[in-house]
């Protein structure tokens, strides 16, 4: 079957660093995209990964290890607006979206 | 102007009703999605569209039918509901049907459907 791995819930302090990271078993791959969603509110776009290595965005930058069927996504200079749900999704042979259940980050002060 | 707009966006029905939610995205996308998103917030992807031509269609129950009357609208119908049918209920529009790397979707702002 298909699958992908977050941890449930992760912690950290405004104005630190936090790496999220996915683990995937798909059947193929073209490509991880992670996804950012505020309580309530719908998915929004981070960033997208189809080759090895890393890709940085401002604050944020995500890596990919196809080898290892491995991303993270990393978030630096922490605000309390990163609070929020950050989903990893792997497009698999069929260029379908198989979504992992996300992670709740919470920013403390 | 939203991209991507969904109603209602709250929806509260007496199980055994039939409703139905709309979708409409201004981006002149040619794929549509309507996703699932159940309490432990798995995204699942129920139905996707390509120029008004169904080419997704996940294990569904067929209570469920979706209509696309033109590429930029995709309506989800529900019969018969029940309590399980309770969740949030995205729409999503990409450019195409993914088969073009860094294939974004954009996502409606969801309808929170409770059945009583």
């Known amino acids: 079957g298909q699958n992908i791995d977050q941890p449930t819930e992760m912690t950290a302090t405004e104005g630190a660093i936090v790496q999220i990271n996915c683990t995937y078993q798909t059947s193929g791959f073209n490509g991880l995209f992670w996804y950012q969603q505020h309580a309530g509110e719908a998915p929004t776009f981070l960033s997208y990964n189809v080759l090895d290595g890393l890709e940085e965005k401002g604050r944020f930058s995500s890596f990919l290890s196809r080898s290892k069927g491995y991303s993270y996504l990393l978030l630096k200079e922490l605000q309390m607006k990163d609070s929020a749900s950050y989903l990893c999704?792997?497009?698999?042979?069929?260029?379908?979206?198989?979504w992992g259940a996300g992670t709740k980050l919470i920013i403390k002060p | 102007d939203t991209a991507v707009s969904q109603t209602p966006k709250y929806l509260v029905t007496q199980m055994g009703n039939d409703k139905s939610i709309k979708c409409e995205q201004n981006l002149g996308h040619d794929t549509m999605y309507w996703y699932k998103q159940d309490s432990k917030k798995f995204l699942k992807i129920m139905f996707s569209y390509n120029n008004k031509e169904l080419i997704i269609n996940e294990t569904v129950p067929n209570r469920f039918s979706p209509k696309s009357p033109d590429k930029a609208h995709l309506n989800l119908h529900i019969n018969s509901l029940e309590l399980g049918d309770s969740a949030v209920y995205f729409c999503?529009?990409?450019?195409?049907?993914?088969?073009?790397?860094?294939?974004?979707?954009?996502f409606g702002p969801g309808t929170r459907l409770l059945v009583l």
């Open positions: 999704a792997v497009m698999d042979s069929n260029y379908q979206l198989i």
């Open positions: 999503a529009s990409s450019r195409s049907g993914g088969e073009v790397f860094q294939e974004t979707q954009y």
